[in-house]
Nanobody, 124 residues
Framework: QVQLVQSGGGLVQAGGSLTLSCAAS????????MGWFRQAPGKEREFVAR??????YYADSVKGRFSAARANTKNTVNLQMNSLKPEDTAVYYC???????????????????WGQGTQVTVSS
C-alpha cells in the first residue's frame, strides 16, 4: 500500500521560512519521482517543484525562494520555503510520479499518488 505522509507547515510571517516533508512508503526508491503542488483558496492546484534525477524543476513563482530535495532518508523529500509571501498561502501537496514519465511534469495528472496536504499560511 502506497502512502505519502506529509509533515510541517503552519503559520509564518511574510519573509519567514518553513520546511515541509513528505515520507513515502510502499514505493521502491529509484522507481518514482516526487513533486510538490499547492492549492490556494478558490484556485486550481498548481505545480511548485519536481525532484527529478539530477535535476529539480521549479515554478517561476517560487524559483530562487524554494528548494526541493531528497532528505538523507531516501524515501523522504523536503520543500524548504524561504522569503515567504502572503501569496504563497495554500494547501501544499507532495505527489509521486511513476513510470512512464512524460515531459508534462507540471501537470498534476502525471502523478499517481498524493499526500494528505498541509496548510501553509503566510501573514502580511
Amino acid at each position: 500500500q502506497v502512502q505519502l505522509v506529509q509533515s510541517g507547515g503552519g503559520l509564518v510571517q511574510a519573509g519567514g521560512s518553513l520546511t515541509l516533508s513528505c515520507a513515502a512508503s510502499g514505493l521502491t526508491f529509484g522507481t518514482y519521482i516526487m513533486g510538490w503542488f499547492r492549492q490556494a483558496p478558490g484556485k486550481e492546484r498548481e505545480f511548485v517543484a519536481r525532484i527529478s534525477w539530477g535535476t529539480t524543476y521549479y515554478a517561476d513563482s517560487v524559483k530562487g525562494r524554494f528548494s526541493a530535495a531528497r532528505a538523507n532518508t531516501k524515501n523522504t523529500v523536503n520543500l524548504q520555503m524561504n522569503s515567504l509571501k502572503p501569496e504563497d498561502t495554500a494547501v501544499y501537496y507532495c505527489a509521486a510520479d511513476l513510470p512512464p514519465y512524460s515531459s508534462a511534469y507540471a501537470d498534476q495528472r502525471e502523478y499517481e499518488y498524493w499526500g494528505q496536504g498541509t496548510q501553509v499560511t503566510v501573514s502580511s
